[in-house]
């Protein structure tokens, strides 16, 4: 298939499967990890902010009560 | 005619940032004017530019069928060639691993000192094809990313 | 023009009255080329290839060690605040302030620079051309590091971070200051180098002052 | 013209527009990866001196384009949200930051790797590798700072102020490591022909390039709509959006 023989020539990669192997698999969880840290803030903040709502709500109403 | 003050303020100012340009375009093209290549060809060393044991740089092709290796007396590995600039020739020796690229024909920058016999002692060679290195400009990167030529022998 | 003299010559007043910080980068200067010789070899010609980097970096080093103490003080007691307040541009006050820290900081290590060289065993003319070289270099690192400090001077370790934010900004002075006086201890020219510094040094005095002013309007905010 | 500028400079029409078409983009992302990934790891003929450590280029040159681009983009966002005080404009300059490091630190190591075996070293002091090392700390150096104040906008103020600096800087630093120390000089010598790229190579390349593009693009829209969120907290679009989610 392709331009190797058969598979164990793909992984070999005629002597430097190493390096190009190395090189893949460090792009590969360098940009995966960016990818899913950025995609997981937007939820996280969403998150973050309903218990910020929640709690400056909280603080609004004990000081009503304070107040009155 | 009298200014207003903060048209004169103006006016001073791009007077002050066109002179400034001017001088540094002045100034950059006469640096690159001068040469200030820090590897020395073949033919300047030919000419006498450099002195014994002075630590240089020298870059060329490798000169076709002048790679010898030989194995020295005190049965280390010696890899003998020859940097050209296709006017002067300079020998290099050089005794450890030689990079991949290293070929004949190929450009080369080698790092060490001529000795007193007049060949050049390197201590660190470094083999690059006209590609080695990558632009981040689409254009050049195209280029680049190696260009299956025939194989020249 | 009046304003420029008059923050100059406060400037001098003030750091000849407390010498350390005239004094600090100098002997930091001095001790840290003289750990060369210690450290690598003390071998004459091994120290004479070394020396155009030592003193570039050295001096690097120590003109970074004096901005601390050329800004910080003027941002704690307000007076910063009140000249930008009394209608002084900023950028004048960057540029007058960097002339007094180049004029404390950079002047000596420029004088000092051919004894180290004789120290660290460079011929007469590389050894004037590292003088040269600094002379038109120390300048624009003054420059430079204006706008690094006016960032940092605000924060709590602000110290570290200049160093990462000014560093990387001083490479380009380094390397054609360094190989100035390489290629002239080799007997090549080296005005190509010089008028690289040259013109590195107006643009620093062109575009500096206004990035550095922008920075300290951010600061005192 | 100027009104669509200030469209999209209001951090809620940004918001539901990124919302909107990053789906579609990452379709389009994903199948150009795996289109890029098989033809340059299985079709793609190995080079003729390289052999087939040439295949990392196919990630290589594209992250290395893509840490210089995000860094121009990063210091032309700060410049407009420096000139125009726009908020947008700050955001978008600020999530470029960590991509763009990333970018060039995978350069860096890639690059590295890939030097091993040609040259049969990991690092030269060569200007394109110098340069490359110059530019994460610069982006280092404007995370770092931004981080280090405590209030945003200055934090977002300063950092712009030294995105600009930088951007300035990065052609007097290529060029000026280029002097110190490039090879080049013996590259043109042998350059006897233009060289010139066979289209099975070139397609791969081209494919990463343009799927490495819209990674970042997708990434920024991410991080983007998660600093909007923080920052727009007291905006009443954000107080609805985020009642609307818990349901």
Redesign the interface.
């Known amino acids: 298939m392709g331009y190797f023989d058969s598979f164990n020539d793909f992984i070999h990669m005629g002597g430097h499967g190493f390096y190009v192997w190395l090189c893949y698999a460090i792009v590969f969880i360098g940009m995966v990890s960016q990818f899913v840290l950025a995609k997981l803030s937007a939820k996280k903040n969403i998150k973050l902010l309903s218990q910020y709502y929640r709690r400056a709500a909280a603080r609004k109403k004990s000081q009503a009560n304070n107040d009155s | 005619m009298a200014m207003k003050p903060h048209r004169k303020k103006k006016l001073i100012s791009i007077i ?2 066109v002179t ?2 001017s ?2 375009v002045a ?2 093209l ?7 290549n ?1 590897f020395q060809t073949p033919t300047q060393i030919a000419n006498g530019e ?2 014994v044991d ?3 740089r020298i870059g060329g092709l490798v000169k076709e069928s002048s790679v010898q290796h030989i194995e020295r007396k005190d049965s280390q590995l010696e890899t003998r060639f020859v940097v050209t600039d296709k006017k002067n020739d300079i020998q290099v020796t050089y005794n450890k691993v030689l990079p991949d690229l290293f070929r004949e024909g190929q450009g080369v920058v080698a790092l060490g000192k001529i000795n007193a016999q007049g060949v050049f002692v390197a201590s660190e060679v470094l083999a690059k094809h006209d590609e080695e290195y990558k632009a981040p400009e689409v254009l050049d990167a195209l280029e680049q990313a190696g260009h299956p030529v025939k194989r020249e022998k | 023009m009046k304003n420029f003299n008059r923050i100059v010559t406060r400037e001098l007043s003030v750091v000849f009255r407390s010498q350390s910080e005239f004094v600090y980068p100098l002997a930091f200067f001095i001790m840290v080329t003289s750990m060369f010789p210690l450290a690598v070899t003390p071998e004459p010609a091994q120290l004479a ?1 070394i020396a155009p980097g030592v003193i570039w970096v050295a001096a690097l080093l120590s003109l970074l060690l004096s901005l601390n103490a050329f800004y910080q003080s003027d941002f704690q007691d307000g007076s910063l605040e009140q000249m930008l307040l009394a209608g002084v541009s900023g950028s004048l006050i960057i540029l007058a302030k960097a002339f007094a820290n180049w004029i404390v900081t950079g002047l000596p290590l420029v004088l000092i620079a051919p004894i180290i060289g004789v120290l660290l065993n460079l011929e007469l003319q590389a050894n004037m051309i590292a003088m040269l070289a600094l002379l038109i270099g120390t300048p624009s690192l003054c420059l ?1 590091g204006a ?1 690094g400090i006016n ?2 001077v605000g ?4 110290g570290v ?1 200049l160093t ?2 000014v ?3 001083f ?2 002075i380094l ?2 200051g360094a ?1 100035a006086v390489e ?1 002239a201890s ?2 090549k ?1 080296y ?3 010089l ?2 510094l ?3 040094l ?2 620093s ?3 500096a002052p206004f ?1 550095a002013a ?2 300290m309007k ?2 005192i ?1 | 013209m100027w009104n669509w500028f200030f469209q999209l400079a209001s951090p809620k029409w940004f918001y539901t527009i990124a919302r909107k078409v990053t789906p579609w983009l990452s379709v389009l992302m994903y199948s150009l990866m795996l289109a890029g990934l098989v033809l340059g790891l299985i079709f793609s003929p190995a080079d003729y001196q390289q052999g087939n450590t040439v295949r990392i280029m196919y990630i290589h040159i594209p992250a290395a384009y893509m840490s210089m681009m995000i860094y121009v983009i990063m210091a032309v966002a700060g410049a407009i949200g ?1 000139v125009w005080r726009m908020k947008m404009a700050h955001i978008v300059s600020v999530s470029c930051a960590s991509i763009g490091a990333m970018f060039t630190a995978l350069a860096l190591l890639t690059g590295a790797i890939w030097g091993k075996p040609t040259w049969g070293t990991y690092w030269v002091w060569d200007a394109r590798l110098t340069s490359e090392l ?1 530019l994460l ?2 982006y ?2 404007f995370m ?2 931004h981080s ?2 405590d209030d945003k906008k ?1 934090a977002d ?2 950092s712009a ?2 995105a ?3 951007v ?2 990065i052609p ?2 290529h ?3 280029e ?2 120390n490039t090879l080049h000089q013996g590259a043109t010598l042998s350059k006897l022909e233009k060289p010139s790229m066979d289209t099975s190579m070139l397609w791969p390349l081209l494919i990463m390039i343009v799927a490495f593009k819209l990674y970042f693009v997708v990434t920024l829209f991410h991080k983007i709509r998660g600093e909007i969120l923080l920052r727009e907290k007291q905006a009443s679009w954000v107080k609805k959006l985020v009642a609307d989610s818990k349901q």
Do not use: C, H
């Open positions: 002050i940032g400034g340009v001088i540094v100034l950059v006469f640096a690159s004017e001068q040469s200030v820090l450099v002195k002075q630590v240089i | 290839f430079i706008i960032l940092t924060l709590r370790n602000g971070l990462l934010l560093l990387p900004l490479i380009p390397i054609f190989s290629a080799i007997g020219n005005s190509g180098q008028a690289i040259a013109a590195i107006i643009l005095l062109m575009l990035a922008a920075a951010i600061s905010d | 420096l110059i700390f610069l280092l150096g770092a700072l280090a104040y200055a103020k300063a102020v030294l600009l600096v930088g300035v800087n007097i630093i060029f000026s490591v002097w110190w």
